[in-house]
């Protein structure tokens, strides 16, 4: 079957395609170097719409080297050169595409399709030239391997090969061509180790810095000094040196490398960067051709797979669904913030006052009890802002006028006058925060929105004895700060529609992903997490080892093991946590004995970190209490997910968020959890957990995994 008869099969799977155009324009070169032939992709749309690879836009691209071709053959031409719309280069395969596909053969033929015509670039009678102008993921990135040379924008905000991250490999060349090129160490970086670490962007500088590129120049004439280099290229006054690649024990110990780092990321419970790495290993003999033929079958095999699908799930809750919450009410009755109190000075809200200085860049007033409080506060501030100017985030004049906006006062009534937006960060203890409540509302403007940051206690409550309950809000951050995006709001009884409207517009300009949740106890993560860590908590008091608790839950790929996580959040507050759910639901969430020991004895974990690796501390060992009954991994797993299941389960009967895609979104960008997972509705529904537990699934066949 042609190229062109492969594409348009695959074009009739997916009708609703934004097809890329792929126009040919000409131009003589400067110094008199030649006629050249320069593709421009271009979807149509402004860069809010990058541009994109499905089969009908590869079918253009097809059909414009055809063009190319037939010049080059006749002398008519002396380059071919690819660039993209402004900012834009193109930003791989369009997996709304990808969703679709529902046989392993069709599959295929996307992945053959992609190689195909890529593959001509390089096999042109003429040098090519890839322009890497704007964003270049994925097959974007590809399709400019094919290329004899590159060219990076210094002014390029994203490049990477982020498809592991999404639960498959880089399927158009990348595997094979990168470590040919750059050499395996530096293509694990890029393939592996950038990807699964939140899927990490490169910019311009270190495309070029990794010798992807060949050439790197300013943004603002970057196709005139590209077209420049490229006559002095062709003229051969300038000649592109690259490095040998060492095919010896070097290229053996990167993919050593790449597993070990696997394995600390997803610990073999996701397939794909296996698969990437795999064909890294083969690609050690240069032989390009046995390489294409391996992403082929690799692409294929997870395009068909859960996890790829949990993923492209995952991408667009957090993508779509992330930034057009669920329940929230008109944005149009949200009402403006021009200044912003915190009461409280400690670690948590310090970090509060400088997220909302540096995004509202309006002023933020600190309380706490005493100066010396206050002060401490304040001065965390000053010293973050001084790092990012340090670190040439923030140029002085910003500096200066961000630690003039942020100040400390002892008097609520002097800070909060003239507030609009007050939020809390006290002591979790409902009488301290409904007298804080009440100082606040004797002092704060009429219209001022009340925020508390609280993790489990009630909303409704902390406002039942203020005069005007319905503009308090539960806005609940998860630590730290700076780097979790997720915001559970909270709407209380009594919580009106203009202030969880101003509630939503605030989250929204901190960049948060807000999801709204009803005012039930611990709302969403803490809630699921907390019944997650309490069944682990149970086997160990029950007599199961720590360390087959732990690892019974490895296959999860989870960013970090339940003990490592409870020393994270602290002890104390894990044990506060689960007494607070405890009272609320006694028939399922226990308070560990053992726990309440370990925080009694004032340890900060279970473990110790003495030979580098985490071993459990013989001080806690020593406090243990534990029975007789010990699980297996498999046993003690099936009981953690069964209790996750049927928490979730009951959280949506409750109405506490409006679909399994809250909670879904609010583990993946509150706690961490896998894209792979697709948060973890998928997850139990492809494991069987959730038809086992509750008698149905969580999500409609099709979501999340392969159509039927």
Same mark, same amino acid.
């Given at each position: ?76 031409? #002396? ?72 060219? #990076? ?44 670490? $939140? ?15 060949? +050439? ?33 024990? +070097? ?12 394995? @600390? ?44 699908r949990s993923g492209i799930y995952a991408f667009n809750l957090v993508q779509k669904r992330g930034k057009r919450p669920a329940g929230a009410p008109d944005k149009n009755l949200a009402r403006p913030v021009t200044k912003v109190g915190v009461v409280g000075a400690g670690l948590m809200a310090s970090q509060l006052a400088l997220l909302f200085l540096r995004r509202l860049e309006v002023p933020v007033v600190l309380t706490d009890i005493d ?71 004797? #002092?704060?403007? +009429? ?11 009630? #909303? ?101 093991s339940p003990l490592v996580l409870l020393e994270l959040v602290g002890p104390a507050i894990g044990l506060h946590v689960s007494e607070t759910l405890n009272r609320a639901f006694p028939d399922r969430f226990t308070v560990s004995e053992n726990l309440a020991a370990v925080v009694k004895a004032g340890k900060r974990g279970f473990y110790v970190y003495d030979s580098g690796k985490p071993e459990l501390d013989p001080e806690v060992a020593a ?37 399994? $895609? ?7 960008? @509150? ?38």
């Open positions: 079957m042609s190229t062109a008869e492969l594409l348009k099969g695959a074009a009739e799977l997916f009708p609703d395609e934004v097809v890329t155009s792929a126009n040919v324009r000409h131009l003589d070169l400067p110094f008199g170097a030649g006629r050249f032939a320069l593709i421009t992709l271009d979807n149509g749309f402004d860069h809010t719409k990058p541009t994109t690879f499905g089969p009908a836009s590869l079918a253009n691209l097809n059909a414009a080297i055809d063009q190319v071709e037939a010049e080059a053959a006749a002398g008519d031409i #002396v380059g071919v050169g690819i660039t993209g719309k402004p900012f834009i280069f193109a930003v791989g395969a369009d997996l709304k595409g990808v969703e679709l596909l529902k046989k392993h053969e069709d599959a295929l033929a996307i992945g053959k399709g992609g190689h195909e015509v890529f593959k001509r670039l390089s096999a042109l009678a003429v040098p090519t030239f890839a322009y890497y102008n704007g964003a270049a993921m994925g097959g974007g990135v590809e399709v400019g391997l094919h290329c004899t040379y590159r060219t #990076v924008s210094k002014a390029l905000p994203a490049f990477s090969l982020p498809e592991v991250f999404l639960g498959l490999v880089p399927g158009w060349g990348g595997c094979t061509i990168l470590p040919n090129l750059i050499g395996a160490d530096k293509a694990v970086s890029v393939i592996i180790e950038n990807s699964l670490n $939140q899927n990490k962007q490169l910019k311009g500088k270190q495309v070029f810095e990794l010798g992807i590129a060949d +050439a790197l120049f300013e943004g603002a004439d970057f196709l005139e000094q590209s077209l420049l280099w490229t006559a002095s290229v062709l003229k051969g006054d300038i000649t592109v040196e690259r490095p040998e690649i060492d095919r010896g024990e +070097a290229w053996d110990q990167a993919v050593a490398k790449g597993r070990f780092i696997a394995d @600390g990321k997803v610990h073999g419970a996701a397939p794909a960067a296996y698969r990437a790495l795999d064909i890294i290993a083969a690609a050690k003999d240069g032989d390009l051709q046995k390489g294409y033929d391996a992403e082929d079958v690799a692409l294929a095999d997870l395009i068909m797979g859960g996890e790829l100066q010396e409080r206050v002060d401490k506060g304040v001065g965390y501030v000053h010293a973050e802002i001084d790092k990012l100017l340090g670190k040439g985030r923030i140029n002085q004049d910003k500096a200066n006028r961000l630690k003039a906006l942020v100040s400390g006062v002892l008097d609520k009534a002097e800070g909060f006058s003239d507030a609009d937006f007050v939020i809390e960060a006290v002591f979790e203890e409902i009488g301290v925060k409904q007298q804080v409540f009440a100082e606040v509302e004797a #002092v704060a403007p +009429a219209h001022a929105i009340l925020a508390t940051n609280t993790s489990s206690l009630s #909303v409704t409550e902390m406002a039942s004895k203020l005069k005007n309950p319905e503009r308090v809000v539960g806005f609940h951050f998860f630590n730290p700060v700076a780097i979790l995006p997720l915001l559970e709001i909270v709407r209380g009884e009594q919580t009106d529609d203009a202030s969880l409207a101003t509630a939503f517009a605030v989250a929204k300009k901190l960049k948060k992903t807000a999801v709204l949740t009803k005012d039930a106890p611990a709302f969403v993560v803490n809630r699921i997490l907390t019944r997650f860590m309490g069944e682990i908590q149970n086997v160990i008091d029950e007599g199961t080892p720590v360390e087959i608790a732990e690892k019974a839950i490895e296959p999860l790929g989870l960013p970090m406090l243990l209490k534990q029975g007789d009954v010990v699980l297996s991994e498999e046993q003690v797993r099936a009981r953690v997910l069964d209790a996750v299941a049927q928490e979730i389960g009951l959280m949506l009967d409750e109405g506490v968020v409006a679909e399994a $895609q809250d909670i879904d979104l609010c583990l993946i960008t @509150g706690a961490g959890w896998p894209f792979h997972l697709g948060g973890i509705t998928p997850y139990l529904d492809r494991e069987g957990v959730s038809e086992r537990v509750n008698g149905k699934r969580f999500l409609e066949p099709g979501v999340a995994s392969v159509p039927a």
